[in-house]
């Protein structure tokens, strides 16, 4: 029995799905799991013999009685997961684990005429790994019928580099498109926000001081740099999927060593307020009386509390303890 994977490529460097599907590859070497490619193409006019022909070129290595963990999606569309599946299921006594790391139909409302097809091809694994119980709960209201599951709750970001504690200084840090989080043009709060994208034109004027774009290692430096808190924030849509998904951000600040601001109605706030990493909030107006009050012994208090949850993200242990449930779980079903 061998234990395969699937990875994303082709995507661009600066894709938060790329990099997850690729941090979680990594780990899983590590683990003798064997990786399978997946090339990022529009897959949708393509017919199902095509497709085989691919999938099975992809499939090479894999065999009767493997495991297989897709992450889901591929990005390649629902077509291509769906026949991706049922090819799968030509191999006799496979195990399919579908990790799930974002669900398309959930996260634009344009394409919520898509989970149907979404739910029947969950509904083909052996095992599922959901985000959170809050999304669970909802695949199951939508028709989910797959019993053994796992639950994700946090992303690792995985990391050598050596930082110090940081400053305590009275900022927030925000990475993410102000186009799409439209707060950012809206901030008048007496606490600076530093905020880091791919660009911003500011319509109005604000407490907003503009970094630029920073990747991987650099972004962890500049947020350590910093210091301050980094926020975990979304509003509308984007809002609702939050409470549902596994936000990647909120492990970038805790590795950059940065205490977090988040709502509580985040999925996976319960960590924030359990191991002490940060504040859960109602508004951002809470977030900003908490930084105006916050004393330097609270702020290095918080630190002491994040730095030992920060060596498990850092290293990658939430990714090996996941999977190594999965395949535990997945061949010896409760």
Do not use: C
């Not at 109605?265 to 508004?283: M, P, T």
């Amino acid at each position: 029995m061998k234990v395969h994977i699937t990875n994303l490529y082709g995507q661009s460097p600066l894709s938060v799905a790329l990099m997850a599907q690729n941090m979680v590859t990594e780990i899983a070497k590590k683990l003798d799991i064997k990786e399978i490619g997946i090339y990022s193409f529009n897959a949708d006019g393509e017919s199902v013999e095509n497709l085989a022909i691919r999938f099975d070129g992809m499939n090479a290595a894999v065999g009767n009685g493997d495991v297989i963990i897709f992450q889901a999606p591929s990005w390649n569309g629902t077509h291509f997961d769906h026949e991706y599946l049922k090819r799968l299921r030509i191999y006799s006594g496979i195990k399919i684990v579908i990790f799930i790391h974002d669900i398309p139909p959930l996260m634009f409302s344009s394409n919520f005429y898509l989970m149907e097809k979404t739910i029947e091809m969950y509904n083909m694994a052996d095992l599922i790994i959901a985000p959170s119980q809050k999304m669970l709960d909802l695949l199951y209201q939508h028709g989910l019928r797959v019993t053994n599951t796992l639950l994700q709750n946090m992303w690792d970001h995985k990391t050598d580099i050596w930082l110090e504690k940081p400053a305590f200084h009275r900022v927030v840090n925000f990475t993410g498109n102000p186009q799409r989080f439209h707060f950012v043009d809206d901030w008048q709060f007496a606490t600076p926000l530093n905020l880091f994208a791919p660009e911003y034109y500011p319509t109005k004027p604000n407490n907003v001081s503009y970094k630029g774009w920073k990747y991987s290692l650099s972004l962890l430096e500049e947020l350590n740099k910093n210091g301050g808190f980094g926020l975990v924030w979304s509003q509308g849509e984007d809002a609702e999927y939050y409470n549902l998904n596994v936000s990647y951000k909120l492990s970038t600040y805790i590795a950059a060593g940065l205490p977090v601001i988040a709502p509580r109605s985040l999925s996976n706030a319960h960590y924030i307020s359990e191991y002490k990493l940060g504040f859960l909030v109602d508004s951002l107006e809470e977030a900003n009386a908490i930084i105006a009050t916050i004393t330097e012994e609270e702020y290095r208090s918080l630190l002491d509390s994040l730095w030992n949850f920060r060596e498990l993200i850092t290293k990658g242990y939430f990714a090996q303890k996941l999977l190594t449930d999965a395949i535990h779980q997945v061949l010896l079903p409760k």
